[in-house]
């Protein structure tokens, strides 16, 4: 897969006013004094710190920045100020969009080389290690660009980005190496998960996807990659997946991943990851309306995220055993589409009455629960761009986390808190499945207008058996419209870091 950026990530021991370098990030809150080292390239600096602040040019309020011209004052060429908010509110997720937004800023203006101080702010207050990884994790985030179709040359931004994470004393940079590899790693997933998901519909089909998840995973230790083809969910009786693709030319694909490691812990469960992967949804014979419609290509995104993690996963050799699951279809009406009104039998025998071809995430997702349940997975989560009722309720801020275990629900937490993948937990319960009960099968694939995010939940449980599972409905958080201060339009590749943080606290309980 073309890299669209590449980003080189180091910690190096220097003193802050001596790295020389493009630009120097360094982190102020709101409301306090300059801490030591602001206060002294401050002093170095003729005081320009202090007279940005006091002009109010620079607020420090998070998702500010201020740059200021050296003049060879000290080593960098140029000093920026990024805001970091109100001390007591500091998060990890603070230090992560900081970076972020140093990255991002390093990229448009086509410097070479960034020097990130960020961490020095803090204090003491978070641990170096764990913020080394959300350091790094924003790098990636804010660098990250998509334009891997313009072939116009004026205007091009540079290949590549050298970052270095420095501290003049040695044994905070040791600390902050501890936490940088499993960064660099996660940010690159996610970084690739982006690209991935960004590609448009007549770049990637299921076909098409599955080749890229072969190769996204080729030569990753422990990693196997199989592909189900038409005869193979035919065989399957996964009905779901063949109905929703029967309307495309492209057809329909299963995309299995399994992680084996060389030594699995004892004890810890077997994990399913399972992905929404609709290529193109344009809502079959149910069609959408025309505008915005250009956005369905990202619908593959949960599926995708799924894809990164698993190699996230593999490269930190997760004492886990994990299956990634993605069923890949593309939505498009024709002669074959599958229709309302339509009765179709899904892979755990349950029967399904088709009431809107635009409910189809749920149609595939249910064949791929399925198979992880007679896979005897302990553990199942699925991560879908499932229903714009999720967007309705929550807004572009938060994704929508149901399961069936508090427990677990408590762990989704934890790790959305960890990665700055926001969750807020929403019912599924036995109400909401009524509403799914057909007169003429036994489910319907929508239920009433009101709860629709709640409703599509409880149709997923309905074929996850007694096995502990959650649902994380995407829809709002897969793009952004605009650029942001932190980032570049498009795929966010929102999934990657908090199923990530997820694995790595499951594997900390290895006994």
Same mark, same amino acid.
Not at 62 to 88: D, F, Q, V
Not at 171 to 192: N, P, V, W
Not at 341 to 367: F, H, P, W, Y
Not at 462 to 484: S, Y
């Given at each position: 897969m073309k890299e669209i950026i590449n980003v080189e990530l180091k910690t190096r021991t220097v003193d802050f006013t001596k790295a020389e370098t493009d630009l120097l990030a360094v982190g102020v809150f709101t409301g306090a004094k300059?801490?030591?080292?602001?206060?002294?390239?401050?002093?170095?600096?003729?005081?320009?710190?202090?007279?940005?602040?006091?002009?109010g040019d620079f607020t420090a309020k998070t998702g500010t920045s201020a740059t200021i011209y050296t003049n060879n004052k000290i080593a960098a060429k140029r000093l920026l100020l990024i805001g970091l908010g109100e001390p007591k509110k500091a998060t990890l997720d603070t230090a992560r969009k900081a970076a972020a937004q140093a990255a991002n800023k390093a990229v448009g203006i086509k410097a070479k080389t960034l020097a990130l101080a960020l961490h020095k702010a803090f204090g003491?207050?978070?641990?170096?290690?764990?913020? #080394?990884?959300?350091?790094?994790?924003?790098?990636?985030?804010?660098?990250?660009?998509?334009?891997?179709?313009?072939?116009?040359?004026?205007?091009?931004?540079?290949?590549?980005?050298?970052v270095e994470l420095i501290d003049p004393d040695s044994a905070k940079t040791k600390k902050l190496d501890k936490g940088l590899e499993a960064g660099i790693i996660i940010g690159k997933a996610q970084s690739s998960a982006r690209t991935i998901s960004n590609r448009?519909?007549?770049?990637?089909?299921?076909?098409?996807?599955?080749?890229?998840?072969?190769?996204?995973?080729?030569?990753?230790?422990?990693?196997?990659?199989?592909?189900?083809?038409?005869?193979?969910? #035919?065989?399957?009786?996964?009905?779901?997946i063949l109905a929703v693709g029967s309307g495309s030319?492209?057809?329909?694909?299963?995309?299995?991943?399994?992680?084996?490691?060389k030594k699995a812990a004892k004890g810890l469960p077997t994990v399913a990851l399972v992905g929404k992967a609709i290529t193109f949804d344009s809502g079959g014979i149910s069609i959408k309306p025309s505008a915005n419609m250009e956005e369905m290509k990202l619908d593959k995104s949960g599926g995708i995220a799924v894809m990164a993690t698993l190699k996230a996963a593999a490269q930190m050799k997760l004492p886990l055993n994990i299956y990634g699951l993605i069923p890949s279809a593309e939505n498009l009406p024709s002669g074959s589409s599958y229709r309302p009104g339509d009765i179709v039998t899904t892979c755990s025998g349950k029967t399904v009455e088709v009431q809107n071809t635009d409910?189809?995430?749920?149609?595939?997702?249910?064949?791929?629960?399925?198979?992880?349940v007679k896979q005897n997975c302990d553990v199942i989560i699925d991560v879908a761009t499932l229903t714009g009722a999720c967007m309705v309720a929550l807004?572009?801020?938060?994704?929508?986390?149901?399961?069936?275990?508090?427990?677990?629900i408590k762990q989704l937490q934890k790790a959305a808190e960890q990665s700055g993948e926001k969750v807020w937990h929403m019912p599924s319960s036995d109400e909401y499945a009524d509403e799914m009960k057909s007169k003429i099968a036994d489910l319907k694939n929508v239920g009433s207008r009101w709860g629709g995010a709640c409703t599509a939940a409880a149709f997923l449980r309905q074929f996850i058996g007694d096995k502990k599972w959650a649902h994380l409905d995407i829809a709002g958080?897969?793009?952004?419209?605009?650029?942001?201060?932190?980032?570049?339009?498009?795929?966010?590749?929102?999934?990657?870091?908090?199923?990530?943080?997820?694995?790595?606290?499951? #594997?900390a309980t290895k006994s």
């Amino acid at each position: 897969m073309k890299e669209i950026i590449n980003v080189e990530l180091k910690t190096r021991t220097v003193d802050f006013t001596k790295a020389e370098t493009d630009l120097l990030a360094v982190g102020v809150f709101t409301g306090a004094k300059l801490d030591k080292l602001c206060a002294e390239l401050n002093s170095r600096l003729d005081g320009q710190i202090e007279q940005l602040i006091k002009l109010g040019d620079f607020t420090a309020k998070t998702g500010t920045s201020a740059t200021i011209y050296t003049n060879n004052k000290i080593a960098a060429k140029r000093l920026l100020l990024i805001g970091l908010g109100e001390p007591k509110k500091a998060t990890l997720d603070t230090a992560r969009k900081a970076a972020a937004q140093a990255a991002n800023k390093a990229v448009g203006i086509k410097a070479k080389t960034l020097a990130l101080a960020l961490h020095k702010a803090f204090g003491a207050g978070l641990d170096l290690s764990q913020m #080394a990884q959300a350091v790094a994790e924003g790098v990636y985030y804010g660098s990250y660009r998509y334009d891997e179709y313009i072939t116009a040359k004026e205007d091009v931004r540079l290949d590549s980005l050298a970052v270095e994470l420095i501290d003049p004393d040695s044994a905070k940079t040791k600390k902050l190496d501890k936490g940088l590899e499993a960064g660099i790693i996660i940010g690159k997933a996610q970084s690739s998960a982006r690209t991935i998901s960004n590609r448009p519909g007549n770049v990637i089909n299921p076909p098409a996807l599955a080749e890229t998840a072969k190769n996204f995973l080729k030569n990753t230790p422990g990693i196997t990659c199989t592909v189900f083809d038409q005869k193979q969910l #035919a065989a399957n009786g996964m009905g779901g997946i063949l109905a929703v693709g029967s309307g495309s030319v492209n057809p329909p694909r299963l995309i299995v991943i399994k992680y084996t490691p060389k030594k699995a812990a004892k004890g810890l469960p077997t994990v399913a990851l399972v992905g929404k992967a609709i290529t193109f949804d344009s809502g079959g014979i149910s069609i959408k309306p025309s505008a915005n419609m250009e956005e369905m290509k990202l619908d593959k995104s949960g599926g995708i995220a799924v894809m990164a993690t698993l190699k996230a996963a593999a490269q930190m050799k997760l004492p886990l055993n994990i299956y990634g699951l993605i069923p890949s279809a593309e939505n498009l009406p024709s002669g074959s589409s599958y229709r309302p009104g339509d009765i179709v039998t899904t892979c755990s025998g349950k029967t399904v009455e088709v009431q809107n071809t635009d409910a189809e995430g749920r149609m595939v997702l249910c064949d791929a629960l399925h198979y992880a349940v007679k896979q005897n997975c302990d553990v199942i989560i699925d991560v879908a761009t499932l229903t714009g009722a999720c967007m309705v309720a929550l807004g572009k801020y938060m994704a929508g986390l149901m399961g069936n275990d508090d427990k677990l629900i408590k762990q989704l937490q934890k790790a959305a808190e960890q990665s700055g993948e926001k969750v807020w937990h929403m019912p599924s319960s036995d109400e909401y499945a009524d509403e799914m009960k057909s007169k003429i099968a036994d489910l319907k694939n929508v239920g009433s207008r009101w709860g629709g995010a709640c409703t599509a939940a409880a149709f997923l449980r309905q074929f996850i058996g007694d096995k502990k599972w959650a649902h994380l409905d995407i829809a709002g958080m897969d793009m952004f419209e605009k650029p942001t201060e932190f980032t570049a339009e498009g795929s966010s590749g929102y999934g990657v870091r908090i199923l990530t943080a997820w694995l790595m606290n499951l #594997a900390a309980t290895k006994s």
